[in-house]
């Protein structure tokens, strides 16, 4: 479990408290009480689902029937059965279902969710308890040619007979929240190819370039039949290792020409880092790309491993003449090989799933406490007084944490 401050402890206990004294139908969906108390729908037919329904109480199961209304149960009806039917209109819906604000429909979002998971669970039941897809998190500094690397390998992949789904994380204008650059324009060949899906979405200002629904969206890639998912992301920097704790295998991108602006990732994202890809090597840049090579090979052996299984490596790579491509991929797959065959790879994901539901329940706690009305009375205040300087950050805060848990109920 991430580390919690103490005063962020204390603020999560007093939140946690206010919350569960309030009246059931009052209580937000940020915490999706519907969720834990009817994960699954009625409708759930197919598809291994009857079990499911028989393991869930009664009376949770006749209180989630309420929750729904018959317009919202024909929509996830609608998306769930087009989802795992493979279609990428509802696949695309999906997403924008789970990528929404609206407190209703991030409801239904979980209720979907859920019905995709136990979906996901029976396939890699039949799989012998391996995952069915494969997920790969790819990061570089701004002009490492991230986007062109995914299309070449994604066109490889397709023509292999895989089917490959891209979540590319774009920077999103303060203003609107909007896609600044729009990979999906520079895919044009692998946005053709009925075997890719490419889904640009906004970072809108979180933390590792990693929206906090990026998760979710994999999830519903692979319960759309999607074996490969790459994650593209924002920039490199220490928090850029939200990224490291959704996927199986990170990449890290560099170019060959970078200069002694890399030297603040070295310590930060290579030590996530699966694979080390020097992009670019051809032409003129061949020479700059062997030396780039050398130095991060001579890093890596610096650093802790993270697995037992397998030894990091820094290969090169051209997008423009496919030299390098195939071997990167033949790595990426003798990596996958032997983290299934010692159980790294499923423990991985047991541990990530713990990180994101901390992460998340971090975020909701703290849009609770910033929509507490004594705190949004206090906070325009301290915030003038702290800008001024009449006070400490830490008082601030500290009286703000007082404002909560004075008028929460003990």
């Not at 820094?314 to 990596?335: D, F, K, Q």
Request: net charge positive.
């Amino acid at each position: 479990m991430p580390y919690v401050f103490p005063k962020m402890r204390r603020f999560g206990f007093s939140l946690l408290r206010h919350i569960s004294s309030l009246p059931s139908t009052s209580r937000t969906c940020c915490l999706h009480r519907r969720v834990f108390t009817g994960s699954y729908t009625s409708t759930i037919t197919g598809h291994g689902f009857q079990q499911h329904r028989r393991n869930m109480s009664s009376s949770a199961l006749r209180q989630h029937i309420q929750d729904l209304s018959g317009a919202e149960q024909r929509l996830l009806d609608k998306l769930y059965e087009g989802l795992i039917g493979g279609q990428r209109a509802s696949l695309a819906e999906s997403i924008t279902l789970v990528e929404t604000q609206h407190p209703r429909k991030k409801e239904l979002a979980q209720v979907l969710l859920q019905r995709v998971l136990a979906y996901r669970r029976e396939q890699e039941s039949r799989n012998g308890g391996k995952p069915v897809a494969f997920r790969v998190g790819l990061s570089g500094p701004p002009g490492a040619g991230k986007s062109s690397f995914i299309e070449v390998v994604g066109k490889m992949l397709t023509g292999r007979g895989h089917k490959v789904s891209v979540l590319a994380v774009d920077p999103s204008s303060c203003t609107t929240g909007g896609s600044l650059m729009g990979d999906k324009t520079r895919m044009t060949e692998l946005s053709r190819d009925m075997d890719a899906f490419i889904r640009p979405s906004p970072a809108s200002g979180t933390l590792g370039g990693v929206t906090r629904t990026t998760n979710e969206a994999v999830v519903l890639c692979e319960g759309a039949g999607y074996d490969i998912v790459l994650v593209e992301t924002v920039g490199v920097g220490q928090s850029e290792f939200a990224v490291a704790d959704m996927v199986d295998m990170f990449v890290l991108l560099i170019p060959p020409a970078g200069g002694d602006e890399l030297q603040g990732i070295k310590r930060g994202i290579i030590e996530r880092a699966d694979l080390v890809v020097v992009t670019k090597a051809d032409g003129d840049l061949m020479g700059p790309a062997r030396r780039i090579q050398a130095e991060y090979t001579s890093a890596l052996k610096l650093l802790r491993r993270q697995s037992k299984s397998w030894n990091p490596e820094v290969v090169r790579a051209s997008s423009h003449t496919n030299e390098g491509i195939p071997e990167v991929w033949a790595m990426l797959e003798s990596y996958r090989d032997a983290m299934l065959a010692s159980g790294e790879l499923q423990g991985r994901r047991r541990a990530q799933q713990k990180v994101w539901m901390w992460s998340l329940i971090q975020d909701n706690a703290l849009a609770h406490f910033q929509n507490h009305p004594s705190v949004r009375g206090a906070l325009p205040q301290l915030e003038q007084r702290v800008t001024r300087g009449e006070i400490s950050p830490g008082l601030a805060a500290d009286l703000l944490l007082k404002a909560f848990t004075s008028s929460s109920p003990k």
